[in-house]
T-cell receptor, first 113, second 116 residues
Framework: GESVGLHLPTLSVQEGDNSIINCAYSNSASDYFIWYKQESGKGPQFIIDIRSNMDKRQGQRVTVLLNKTVKHLSLQIAATQPGDSAVYFCAENYGGSQGNLIFGKGTKLSVKP | EAGVVQSPRYKIIEKKQPVAFWCNPISGHNTLYWYRQNLGQGPELLIRYENEEAVDDSQLPKDRFSAERLKGVDSTLKIQPAELGDSAVYLC??????????????FGPGTRLLVL
């Protein structure tokens, strides 16, 4: 079906290393994507977004890459810190109803000190 | 800047009882969303408002769920009667975007509902 999926449910990295969280989407009409971070007991926190007319966008310690050819989205976190430990969701703006986001199930990132 | 405010943060009720959740969006955000998030899952949209108008309520179980946003600012989501399967986190989000525009949604902390 048309939904956002994930390649890995869990990811464990050493503090200071770079993290890469992947996401696959199947809706070719999606034109806007967002990465969220959700810590235990909290709501999703906006990290970074990207529009389909871009293939890369950088923020503070984070980079999002969009490959429309293979319908793949990734979030790169540089110099991962213990505070980055959380569940990360990618979400796509469902083209059939602009403004509605479809979320994947999330990837749990654990940072080892 | 204050974020999205939700209350209560936690609610425990017995099945068949009513329950209501309240949301105050970020000032100036005309679009408001209610999501439900089950354990280990991503949020799923229940209803989307643009100002006072519910522009998408296709995923709202209308036999027991209702929502309102009377003055285009605060919103309430109600369940009556609650069922065991309604146990979840209910998230409110807001954005400056409307249909045809792209803008990030900002989420509140959620209300954790447990139905016994």
């Amino acid at each position: 079906g048309e939904s956002v999926g994930l390649h890995l449910p869990t990811l464990s990295v050493q503090e200071g290393d770079n993290s890469i969280i992947n996401c696959a989407y199947s809706n070719s009409a999606s034109d806007y994507f967002i990465w969220y971070k959700q810590e235990s007991g909290k709501g999703p926190q906006f990290i970074i977004d990207i529009r389909s007319n871009m293939d890369k966008r950088q923020g503070q310690r984070v980079t999002v890459l969009l490959n429309k050819t293979v319908k793949h989205l990734s979030l790169q976190i540089a110099a991962t810190q213990p505070g980055d430990s959380a569940v990360y969701f990618c979400a796509e703006n469902y083209g059939g109803s602009q403004g509605n986001l479809i979320f994947g199930k999330g990837t749990k990132l654990s940072v080892k000190p | 800047e204050a974020g999205v405010v939700q209350s209560p943060r936690y609610k425990i009720i017995e099945k068949k009882q009513p329950v209501a959740f309240w949301c105050n969006p970020i000032s100036g955000h005309n679009t408001l969303y209610w999501y439900r998030q089950n354990l280990g899952q991503g949020p799923e949209l229940l209803i989307r408002y643009e100002n006072e108008e519910a522009v998408d309520d296709s995923q709202l179980p209308k036999d027991r769920f209702s929502a309102e946003r009377l003055k285009g600012v605060d919103s309430t989501l109600k369940i009556q009667p609650a069922e065991l399967g309604d146990s979840a986190v209910y998230l409110c989000a807001s954005s400056m975007g409307t249909s045809g525009t792209e803008a990030p949604q900002y989420f509140g902390p959620g209300t954790r509902l447990l139905v016994l």
